[in-house]
């Protein structure tokens, strides 16, 4: 491929994920791996030579080598926002994992850090790996939503209680499942995408009111079992339930709007079509139990066998290139975690969270968690 449509991306971080990313940029033709940067020398050495690409050690290191148009990150989560901020100083592109970041502050800096490199470079990139938003279904589902399909809503619910994790799961890797070192818990770690893909159909609620368990079934320090109960000023209501200890669990979505339900589980895509609008037939008609008339329809969507991952890299390469548009905006990446936020400043002030959320209330609770009080944490001081 002619290098001038190829974008270079140095890839930060090479985990479970990062090794994933390796590939799929090799794979893709307009893209191309220019480096590769570990804080494990042994790894980043090893995979440099695999990949005949060149291996850094520190990010600030790379950053200053600078042969390269992108960055990717797939670092633990408090480490997005500082290597974020420190790419955008030196003019580089951004694609990160998700969560964007641990709270919502995090994401503001980052986000401001992205619009003060706009001002020198308008068409600096910042997009986030929220690849399930390429998958047929959830496709399929926004689309029914934003053409009207439904009417008015009136209830979202995600049952997503599929997140089954074990204590060996927990227990192998330090930085997982603490307050300093990931962030939170399923929230933060599995439920991003949920959470995503729940604020992309309905948007973000107004007020939240959450409940959470601290390691229930886990011996661990975040939160392994949740409820979210969600409140729209259009009178939507909503709930968020998730769990790391069901097995076997359940992950089902269900809308529901005057014109009818959508169901997705187990890979089906169900919709019940009204006749007429639900909220017109409780009020016209005569007798005190007659449901609307409905269709129960299965829904086509499409698969695709490729790696969702590796879309969302061709298409940062591509809004890089031609100015597509992304997948996902990384500024968009506030939504979800300001929603996993205030589900749990909600658990522990023991209130209902008005959103948009006090990042700066929550970002000291977690400060508390991470018992440095009264300090700024030193991933997030910039
Ligand atoms: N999009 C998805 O479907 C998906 C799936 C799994 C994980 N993730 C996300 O990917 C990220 C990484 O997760 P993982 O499971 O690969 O973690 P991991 O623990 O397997 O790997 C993290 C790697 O980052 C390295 N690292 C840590 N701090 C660093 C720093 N400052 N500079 C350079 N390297 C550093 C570690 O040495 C390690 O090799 C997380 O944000 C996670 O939530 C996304």
């Known amino acids: 491929m002619d290098k001038k449509n190829q974008i270079r991306i140095a890839v930060i971080g ?42 850094f050690y520190d990010h600030k290191n790379l950053l200053e080598w600078g042969e390269f148009d992108g960055i990717l990150i797939a670092t633990p989560h408090y480490n997005h926002t500082v290597i974020a901020i420190d790419a955008f100083e030196k003019g580089f592109h951004v694609l990160t994992e998700k969560p964007v970041g641990v709270h919502a502050n995090d994401i503001k800096k980052m986000t ?70 990931e962030g939170g818990g399923v929230l933060l770690n599995q439920c991003p995408h949920q959470l995503d893909l729940y604020q992309w159909f309905v948007g973000v609620p107004d007020k939240i009111t959450g409940y959470a368990s601290i390691g229930k079934y886990h011996t661990i320090e975040v939160e392994d079992e949740v409820t979210g109960f969600f409140q729209y000023n259009n009178g939507m209501v909503g709930h968020f339930i998730t769990s790391t200890g069901e097995s076997p669990g359940t992950n089902r979505l269900e809308i529901v709007g005057e014109m009818g339900k959508i169901i997705f589980e187990n890979d089906t895509l169900t919709f019940f079509r009204n006749r007429k609008s639900m909220l017109d037939q409780l009020k016209e008609a005569a007798g005190g139990f007659e449901h609307c008339e409905n269709w129960k329809i299965d829904i086509p969507y499409q698969t695709n066998d490729d790696s969702a991952h590796r879309v969302v890299i061709e298409n940062f390469a591509n809004a890089i290139l031609h100015g597509d548009d992304l997948v996902a905006q990384a500024s968009e990446g506030i939504n979800s975690v300001a929603i996993g936020n205030a589900i749990m400043l909600s658990h522990f002030e023991g209130e209902t969270v008005n959103m948009p959320i006090n990042g700066d209330a929550y970002e000291k609770k977690l400060m508390d968690l991470m018992e440095i009080k009264g300090e700024n944490h030193e991933s997030t001081d910039h």
């Open 14 to 55: 090479i985990g479970s994920m990062g090794m994933d990313h390796l590939r799929s940029i090799a794979k893709t033709a307009n893209t191309e791996l220019a480096a590769i940067c570990d804080l494990d020398r042994e790894k980043a050495d090893r995979l440099a030579e695999e990949y005949a690409v060149k291996a």
């Open 112 to 181: 401001s850090a992205w619009e003060r490199a706009k001002s020198k470079n308008p068409k600096i990139v910042f997009a986030a790996m929220f690849q399930m938003r390429t998958q047929g279904h959830w496709k399929k589902i926004k689309d029914l939503i934003d053409s009207g399909e439904l009417g008015k809503l009136v209830r979202t619910t995600w049952i997503i209680t599929d997140w089954f994790r074990t204590q060996s799961y927990y227990d192998n890797g330090d930085w997982r499942a603490t307050w300093k070192g």
